[in-house]
């Protein structure tokens, strides 16, 4: 192999380093945006769900 080629191949694996490492950060957004919207829409439009978690938060507050 030339030095030539060698730079080139370097180059390209380079290149695919950083499509790999875009993509992971993507796939990482993509994730967080799916968990939130889960819990945003299922989670407290429950209304059994919302009952138990607001009954828990009153439970835990107590008044002297």
Do not use: K
């Not at 180059?11 to 990482?28: D, E, G, H, K």
Request: hydrophobic share 60%; with cysteine.
């Amino acid at each position: 192999l030339s030095s030539r080629d060698v730079a080139v191949c370097f180059a390209l694996w380079l290149l695919y380093i950083c499509v790999v490492m875009v993509l992971c950060m993507l796939l990482l957004v993509l994730h967080a945006a799916l968990v939130y919207l889960y819990y945003s829409v299922f989670f407290f439009n429950d209304t059994a769900t919302t009952e138990i978690y607001t009954r828990s938060l009153v439970g835990s507050v107590r008044c002297v």
